[in-house]
């Protein structure tokens, strides 16, 4: 397992997260959330947030390349069965907080996406 790879990994997928909340679909995840646009300015612009997240997507892509490390399955089938694990067990906590399934596509296709783009990483530099 590359460390290296793994913490470029995470930074991407943190990167890809902010192009992805903060401009591609900001405005209709702001709506969706329930939040304001002065509620996120009061907090600092999202600073510690970001923080926290950027540290979590960096673990997130060490779990990703461990997990990957670890089996004999094709390592995009792994990928994706990562990816459907961790968007099924979240999709529990939306049905009960009943949120819309605009916010549910909006959050869980970015988790997606930024396991397949680890899942790429391992393949190529893992």
Partial sequence: MSILAAVIAGVIAFMIGGAWYGFIFKEAWIKEV???????????????????????????????????????????CAGFTIALISIFSALKNYFFEMKSFK???????????CIMIMTLAAYFFG
Avoid: C, P, R, W
């Avoid at 916010?103 to 996406?113: A, D, G, R, V």
């Fill in 34 to 76: 329930g939040i304001t646009e002065e509620q996120i300015n009061d907090s600092n612009n999202g600073m510690k947030e970001m923080i926290y997240t950027f540290l979590l997507e960096i673990v997130v892509a060490f779990l990703v390349f461990f997990l990957l490390s670890h089996t004999d399955l094709n390592i995009f």
């Fill in 103 to 113: 916010l549910i596509t909006i959050n869980e296709s970015y988790k997606l996406i």
